[in-house]
């Protein structure tokens, strides 16, 4: 099955510090291709890859598991961590989730996270029917482009099949129960104006991580995909200053040759 237009995953081959950035349920690459375009123009090594069952047809999703989008990104970063000296992991939604059960897993092979709108359970209370309801009914409205910004679309489904958003429910259940174990530098942002996910998962989050060095920033202007939204631009920067916080060796780097053009 073609891939979407723009959802194609994007590599960049850079420095010695890595990005790994993991997109959200039923999205793709494209809602975090400026931020990758952003980091890879400072020098850095970064993938951002297509999860599976994303970027073609929301059918192809049934037939996929939250065990097939993790095992995509841990794959990812076990390339990264042989490849560069010091790796990151941020994510969007579920990413975010991704991002943070990879961080529990992986330790200190990851020097710091961040999240945008990290998604923590499936509310309401057709989450507690999709056990039953996903046998009968194969999909549901979808949850794409929830942007404040005029003009601006997310290349992500138009139906949320529901297989696949039982077997992100059990996953956001798993990440819970591991939240304990991430004890990176964080850095979350969440916009108050969310219609996928609420307030409340970052809240939740950040009470149960065990991290020390954490940083919450709200994203006033911009509704869930944030990444494409009016305050994309702080999430790049605010990840930006993050990594030359936590890797002062790339500071020296950019003093030698500059930041790259169109970056």
Known sequence: MPVLPGAEPYRHEGGEVGVLLCHGFTGSPQSLRPWAEYLAGRGLTVALPLLPGHGTRWQDMQLTTWHDWYAEVDRELRELTARCERVFVMGLSMGGALTLRLAARHGDAISGIVLVNPGNKVHGLAAYALPVARHFVPSTKGIASDIAKAGVAEVGYDRVPLHAAHSLRRFFQAVDGELPQVTQPVVLLHSPQDHVVPPA????????????????IVLEQ??????????????????????????????????????????
């Open 201 to 216: 998962d970052s809240a939740r989050i950040l009470s149960r991580i065990s991290s020390t060095d954490v940083k919450e």
């Open 222 to 263: 911009s509704y869930h995909v944030a990444t494409l939204d009016h305050d994309a631009e702080r999430i790049f920067e605010e990840s930006w200053a993050f990594v030359t916080r936590l890797a002062p060796e790339l500071r020296g780097e950019i003093g030698e040759r500059g930041v790259a053009s169109g970056g």
